[in-house]
């Protein structure tokens, strides 16, 4: 993945580009908003992480440059600003995804990687399969090894959001977003718990387990005989 | 700037002065029409009497010619009153008539004429006003009719000095008054403006006189007085804050700065340095969630974050959250239930209505947790989520069965970072129930916390949407399904 991280702080920037390069990927830097549109203009990236403060060219405007040109590379928005309503501005500005600083490098990581893959055709696609477990996002319907597993419809959507991103590294935060579509942090793991019903549901009888904790990071579900 | 000019400029003491300006210029008015129309009354009477005169003593002439008018004006010289005669011959002199001498530009005149005319009184003679009508008789002889009027010239120099006088006091009285009621009204101002130096300087407790008249200065200041009450409880709180972030923060960082100073010294090497790294990072967490809170609930204080209300169903949101949080509760052996109700609407940011409710059904379920309900009352480990429509009111109502809050504690559990002994095993910030008040009263709605025979209940009350008509029939009510065995 070719990931361009427009951050003015150095320091920042610096361990983003070893934390990625450690991921296996190529990470690129630009030091203000200026250096960061053109170098986006002129190389095809696969995410943008973009720091929403930046001298010459604030961070927002950098990509609503980008959209304007009609350049749809994901964008990341990294800031300070954490309230719902700056979250509402950095999204309506074109920005594809908002990390509040500061961050766990495993989120950022996970919410960048799910960026990427969002050009991906599987994005559309109306089947989702992961080892035995098929996902019919149009009849609703879960099954393992051919037999039929019953969701809530709210476990459909968690099965289904982590099918999307099979083999990728899903947080808590990103599932709290996605699937009930609130913001804030529950104190308690409420998300785990959910999660571990799942994981009853669809591994408990089963030799291969396809849903797995990756520790301090968040879940994955992917097929462990590849 | 002096007090005299202070006082005249303040706004009490113009008015009275343009009150007294256009009340005197009334008052001239009304005098002056009065003056007027009793000058033009007796003129006409004056005449009419003259007139009445001359016709008797023209009958007399015609009857008698010269000699019988001059009888009959000696006559009627004889009785007393205020008619005057006079009969010339062609020389000017007296012929007949109660007037003792005329002017010679008075016997020259002919026709009506005003004039001064002399007459004995006590201690000397007096010069009175006449009016009278002058005839040339034929043979040079001039016949003079008029009438004393030295009461109107009176009636003027009353009507006059009574003007003046009258004037002169109601500037008087309107000056004085103003004077009195501007000093008043400036001595209370002064007072206001003193107490507010001092508050600005910094003594918050200072608070506006009231003199418990009811009158508007005294209602401005209440009002400002409510106004200083609550500035002195938010920088009280304020205050309050700074002391608790002081400890709420600096503790986690000392422990954390320990915990890293206690692995450097370690010999045992990477393990040890791993496990105090997790460590630090998980207590790094902590206080950033901390930080997040306490600003989310800073930046709600201040009014912020209420851009995006829009109108919403509370059933909907109540429960979406309970059924987030019925897993959790499951596991830790409660009953989550969430009742079944209408849609009720309200004006409200979802994310921050998402995280309240959250939040008081985060604590339900940590209180409410079975080891900690009473003992021996056979009270079920419950915890249920209910939404009634009270008056204008939708109250979002939380219960649990856990040891709930004693009274005297209840106001103080929702300030920022308290939290009672009960609690402190478990983990939390002391946040939870200070962001839901922030929440409530973004939203105009309040936070109220009553006892659950036994266990606490959570009230958090909205101002509902009128939306009857929009509640359209067959909706799902939330629940049902949400009843954990």
Same mark, same amino acid.
């Given at each position: /993945?070719?990931v361009?991280?427009?951050?003015?702080?150095q320091?920042?920037?610096?361990f983003?580009?070893?934390?990625?390069?450690?991921?296996?990927?190529v990470? &690129?830097y630009? !030091?203000?908003?200026?250096t960061?549109l053109?170098l !986006?203009?002129?190389?095809?990236?696969?995410?943008?992480i973009?720091d929403r /403060?930046l001298p010459?060219c604030?961070?927002l405007a950098?990509?609503?440059?980008?959209?304007a040109?009609e350049i749809? =590379?994901?964008?990341?928005?990294?800031s300070?600003l954490?309230?719902?309503?700056d979250?509402?501005k950095g999204l309506?500005?074109?920005g594809?995804?908002?990390?509040?600083?500061?961050?766990?490098?495993?989120?950022?990581l996970a919410?960048?990687e799910?960026?990427?893959?969002r050009?991906?055709?599987? &994005?559309g696609?109306?089947r989702?399969?992961?080892g035995?477990?098929?996902l019919?996002?149009?009849?609703h319907?879960?099954t393992?090894?051919?037999?039929p597993i019953?969701?809530?419809?709210?476990?459909?959507?968690?099965l289904?959001?982590? /099918?999307?991103?099979?083999?990728q590294?899903?947080t808590?935060?990103m599932l709290?977003e996605?699937?009930w579509?609130?913001?804030?942090?529950p104190?308690?793991?409420v998300?785990?718990?959910?999660v571990?019903?799942?994981r009853s549901k669809?591994?408990?009888?089963?030799?291969t387990?396809?849903?797995? =904790?990756?520790?301090?990071?968040?879940y994955?579900?992917?097929?462990?005989?590849? | 700037?002096?007090a005299l000019?202070?006082? #005249? %400029?303040t706004?009490? #003491? @113009?008015l009275?002065?343009?009150?007294?300006?256009?009340f005197?210029?009334?008052a001239v008015?009304?005098?002056?029409?009065?003056?007027?129309n009793?000058?033009?009354?007796?003129?006409?009477?004056?005449h009419?009497?003259i007139?009445?005169?001359?016709?008797g003593?023209?009958e007399?002439?015609?009857?008698?010619g010269?000699?019988? *008018?001059v009888r009959?004006?000696a006559?009627?010289?004889?009785t007393p009153?205020?008619?005057?005669?006079?009969v010339?011959?062609?020389?000017?002199h007296?012929v007949a008539?109660?007037?003792?001498?005329?002017?010679?530009?008075?016997?020259?005149?002919?026709?009506p004429v005003?004039?001064?005319?002399?007459r004995?009184?006590?201690?000397?003679i007096?010069?009175?006003?006449? #009016?009278a009508n002058?005839?040339r008789?034929p043979?040079?002889y001039r016949l003079?009719v008029?009438r004393?009027?030295e009461?109107r010239?009176e009636?003027?120099?009353?009507i006059?000095?009574?003007?003046?006088?009258?004037?002169?006091?109601m500037?008087?009285?309107?000056?004085?008054?103003?004077? *009195?009621?501007s000093?008043?009204?400036?001595?209370?101002?002064d007072?206001?403006?003193a107490?507010?130096?001092t508050?600005?300087?910094?003594?918050?407790?200072g608070r506006?006189p009231?003199?418990?008249s009811g009158?508007e200065?005294?209602?401005?200041?209440?009002s400002?007085?409510?106004?200083?009450?609550?500035?002195?409880?938010?920088?009280?709180?304020?205050?309050?804050?700074?002391d608790?972030?002081?400890?709420d923060?600096k503790?986690?960082?000392?422990?954390?700065?320990?915990?890293?100073e206690?692995?450097?010294?370690e010999?045992?090497?990477?393990?040890?340095? @791993?496990?105090?790294l997790?460590?630090t990072?998980e207590e790094?967490?902590?206080?950033?969630?901390?930080?997040?809170?306490l600003l989310?609930?800073?930046?709600l204080?201040?009014g912020?974050?209420?851009?995006?209300?829009e109108? *919403?169903?509370?059933?909907a949101?109540?429960h979406d959250v309970?059924?987030?949080y019925e897993?959790?509760?499951?596991?830790r052996?409660?009953?989550l239930? $969430?009742?079944?109700?209408?849609?009720?609407?309200?004006?409200?940011?979802r994310q921050?209505?998402?995280?309240?409710?959250?939040?008081?059904?985060?604590n339900?379920i940590?209180?409410?947790?079975?080891?900690?309900a009473?003992?021996?009352n056979g009270?079920e480990?419950?915890?249920?989520?209910a939404?009634?429509?009270?008056?204008p009111?939708?109250?979002?109502i939380?219960?649990?069965?856990g040891p709930?809050?004693?009274?005297p504690? %209840?106001d103080?559990v929702l300030?920022?970072?308290?939290r009672?002994?009960?609690?402190?095993?478990?983990?939390?910030?002391?946040l939870?129930?200070?962001?839901v008040a922030a929440v409530?009263? *973004?939203?105009?709605?309040?936070?109220?916390l009553?006892?659950n025979r036994?266990?606490?209940?959570?009230v958090l009350s909205l101002?509902?949407?009128n939306?009857?008509?929009?509640?359209? $029939?067959?909706?799902q009510?939330?629940?049902?399904?949400?009843?954990?065995?």
């Amino acid at each position: /993945m070719r990931v361009l991280v427009i951050e003015d702080d150095q320091e920042t920037a610096s361990f983003l580009r070893r934390a990625l390069k450690e991921q296996g990927h190529v990470a &690129e830097y630009a !030091a203000d908003g200026q250096t960061g549109l053109e170098l !986006a203009r002129a190389n095809a990236y696969d995410v943008l992480i973009v720091d929403r /403060m930046l001298p010459k060219c604030d961070g927002l405007a950098v990509i609503g440059s980008l959209r304007a040109e009609e350049i749809g =590379t994901p964008a990341l928005i990294l800031s300070a600003l954490g309230e719902v309503d700056d979250r509402v501005k950095g999204l309506r500005a074109g920005g594809d995804d908002y990390l509040t600083k500061p961050y766990a490098f495993s989120e950022l990581l996970a919410r960048i990687e799910a960026l990427a893959r969002r050009k991906s055709p599987e &994005e559309g696609s109306t089947r989702f399969v992961v080892g035995d477990l098929v996902l019919d996002r149009l009849s609703h319907k879960v099954t393992r090894a051919g037999e039929p597993i019953m969701l809530q419809p709210r476990e459909f959507r968690l099965l289904e959001y982590l /099918m999307k991103h099979a083999g990728q590294v899903v947080t808590r935060t990103m599932l709290l977003e996605n699937v009930w579509d609130y913001h804030f942090d529950p104190q308690t793991n409420v998300i785990d718990v959910h999660v571990s019903r799942l994981r009853s549901k669809i591994d408990k009888n089963f030799a291969t387990p396809l849903l797995h =904790t990756v520790r301090g990071a968040g879940y994955t579900i992917r097929d462990s005989a590849h | 700037m002096t007090a005299l000019t202070k006082l #005249f %400029r303040t706004t009490t #003491f @113009r008015l009275s002065l343009t009150y007294l300006a256009l009340f005197g210029a009334a008052a001239v008015v009304a005098i002056f029409y009065i003056y007027w129309n009793t000058t033009v009354l007796l003129t006409r009477q004056l005449h009419d009497t003259i007139d009445a005169e001359l016709k008797g003593l023209a009958e007399q002439y015609a009857d008698g010619g010269l000699t019988q *008018l001059v009888r009959t004006v000696a006559d009627r010289s004889q009785t007393p009153g205020s008619s005057l005669y006079y009969v010339a011959d062609p020389q000017g002199h007296r012929v007949a008539g109660n007037l003792t001498s005329i002017t010679q530009e008075l016997s020259n005149s002919l026709g009506p004429v005003e004039f001064e005319y002399s007459r004995p009184a006590e201690g000397g003679i007096e010069t009175r006003l006449a #009016f009278a009508n002058v005839f040339r008789l034929p043979g040079g002889y001039r016949l003079i009719v008029g009438r004393d009027i030295e009461d109107r010239r009176e009636l003027a120099r009353v009507i006059r000095s009574a003007m003046l006088w009258g004037l002169g006091v109601m500037a008087l009285f309107g000056i004085g008054g103003g004077y *009195l009621v501007s000093r008043n009204l400036l001595a209370r101002i002064d007072a206001v403006a003193a107490t507010t130096r001092t508050i600005m300087e910094g003594d918050l407790t200072g608070r506006l006189p009231i003199n418990g008249s009811g009158d508007e200065l005294d209602r401005l200041s209440q009002s400002l007085n409510l106004m200083l009450a609550r500035i002195e409880q938010l920088m009280a709180g304020l205050r309050e804050v700074s002391d608790n972030i002081a400890h709420d923060l600096k503790t986690p960082l000392n422990r954390l700065r320990n915990r890293v100073e206690a692995a450097l010294r370690e010999p045992y090497g990477e393990p040890t340095y @791993r496990e105090a790294l997790e460590r630090t990072i998980e207590e790094a967490d902590g206080l950033i969630k901390t930080f997040n809170a306490l600003l989310s609930i800073a930046r709600l204080e201040a009014g912020a974050g209420g851009d995006n209300k829009e109108s *919403l169903d509370v059933a909907a949101v109540v429960h979406d959250v309970a059924e987030l949080y019925e897993p959790v509760a499951e596991e830790r052996g409660i009953t989550l239930r $969430a009742e079944p109700v209408e849609p009720v609407f309200v004006r409200a940011d979802r994310q921050l209505l998402g995280q309240a409710i959250a939040n008081l059904v985060d604590n339900a379920i940590k209180y409410g947790a079975p080891e900690r309900a009473h003992s021996g009352n056979g009270s079920e480990p419950e915890v249920s989520v209910a939404i009634h429509a009270r008056g204008p009111m939708a109250e979002i109502i939380v219960t649990d069965r856990g040891p709930g809050v004693p009274s005297p504690d %209840r106001d103080r559990v929702l300030d920022r970072f308290v939290r009672l002994e009960a609690s402190r095993s478990e983990p939390g910030s002391g946040l939870g129930l200070s962001l839901v008040a922030a929440v409530a009263r *973004l939203h105009g709605g309040a936070l109220r916390l009553e006892d659950n025979r036994p266990g606490l209940r959570v009230v958090l009350s909205l101002p509902a949407e009128n939306r009857a008509l929009l509640n359209v $029939a067959g909706h799902q009510t939330p629940g049902a399904e949400l009843r954990s065995a």
